[in-house]
């Protein structure tokens, strides 16, 4: 078959009510891989990461979902609520392991991938704080610096975290001072972060109509792209040169980031996209949508694999 007719054709994951507004996938595990995915109808969920199936949902918050995350292993799951809440969950079994009180909205949770029993929340609260899972009274550190909501919070590694806020910046912090070491001032809020997976530390944004990639270590910016409406979200391809973003337009796009070159471009959701992410293999990317969906989508597009199966005509 030429490569000419071929047409991506995406799986849709339904069974969410409302906005889908964040999305994670595990590390491969001997069980394959997961997904989860955060949403406003207070309802986190639990896939196959390469089929979409569902296997399970989280039931304790009460409110929306603003973010979620799952550990490299597919053991733990974490959840960002509007109940003022972060919540830890066995993945196995959909148990509630321990709550985290807020003084506002939580938006992000993240764990380390170096320090297991460390997750990371950021919140309405303005500051950014690290629990112990294993002891969770406390938070063990509290960041602060920024002067409005704090969207996103990630480990960068061991030693920094990055976070996205309301007030225009990107900051990143040291774990070990407390301080914050960097910052990125915007000309609009910043609507994602990510960090690269292929050990160069890059650094991925988007704000307004703009993709920007950075040097994680030097905060110098390398590329810049120029996209038709605002950007939601973009994430890097675990091993090529390449990422996927969506936005306003419910189109996603996808660019060789070293050549610039607009590589693919399609619609597939009835709503805007709010969240995106790679397989860690590489081989699928799901999006997630206010039109109460999760896609999945190949990253090559006519190759067997998961649930799509290639057919001569």
């Known amino acids: 078959m030429s490569t000419t007719t071929l047409r991506q054709v995406p799986i849709t994951c339904n069974g969410h009510t409302r906005p889908v507004v964040d999305l994670r996938f595990s590390d491969v595990t001997k069980y394959s891989y997961f997904l989860i995915s955060a949403c406003k109808d207070g309802i986190p969920m639990l896939r196959e990461?390469?089929?979409?199936?569902?296997?399970?949902s989280f039931i304790g918050h009460k409110g929306a979902v603003w973010g979620a995350t799952i550990s490299g292993n597919a053991e733990l799951a974490a959840t960002a609520g509007s109940d003022f809440t972060a919540k830890l969950w066995d993945a196995n079994t959909g148990a509630e392991l321990q709550t985290f009180e807020h003084k506002h909205i939580?938006?992000?949770?993240?764990?380390?991938?170096?320090?297991?029993?460390?997750l990371l929340t950021g919140s309405n609260e303005k500051v950014i704080k690290i629990y112990d899972v294993?002891?969770?009274?406390?938070?063990?550190?509290?960041?602060?610096?920024?002067?409005?909501?704090v969207k996103k919070a990630i480990f960068m590694d061991a030693k920094r975290i990055c976070t996205a806020?309301?007030?225009?910046t990107v900051k990143i912090f040291d774990v070990d001072s407390g301080n914050c070491v960097s910052t990125i001032d915007l000309?609009?809020?910043?609507?994602?972060?990510?960090?690269?997976?292929?050990n160069q530390a890059s650094l991925l944004i988007t704000y307004g109509k703009k993709v920007e990639i950075y040097d994680g270590n030097t905060l110098?910016?390398?590329?810049?792209?120029?996209?038709?409406?605002?950007?939601?979200t973009a994430t890097f391809h675990p091993t090529a040169r390449e990422f996927v973003c969506g936005g306003l337009d419910f189109r996603i796009y996808k660019y060789n980031f070293e050549t610039g070159?607009?590589?693919?471009?399609?619609k597939g959701?009835?709503?805007?996209?709010?969240?995106?992410?790679?397989?860690?293999?590489g081989e699928v990317y799901a999006s997630g949508s206010e039109d109460g969906t999760l896609r999945l989508w190949q990253n090559t597009v006519g190759s067997t694999y998961g649930l799509w199966e290639m057919v001569d005509v």
């Not at 110098?220 to 939601?232: T, Y």
């Not at 996209?273 to 293999?281: A, E, F, G, L």
């Open 49 to 56: 990461g390469d089929t979409g199936d569902w296997i399970g």
């Open 106 to 118: 939580v938006r992000s949770v993240d764990f380390s991938t170096i320090n297991k029993e460390w």
């Open 134 to 149: 294993t002891a969770p009274a406390e938070p063990v550190k509290v960041f602060n610096g920024h002067t409005g909501a």
């Open 165 to 168: 806020s309301d007030d225009k």
């Open 187 to 198: 000309p609009s809020p910043p609507n994602s972060i990510e960090i690269s997976r292929d």
């Open 220 to 232: 110098n910016k390398l590329q810049s792209f120029e996209m038709p409406c605002e950007m939601n």
């Open 261 to 266: 070159v607009e590589l693919e471009s399609y």
């Open 269 to 281: 959701h009835f709503g805007p996209i709010h969240c995106m992410s790679y397989s860690p293999d």
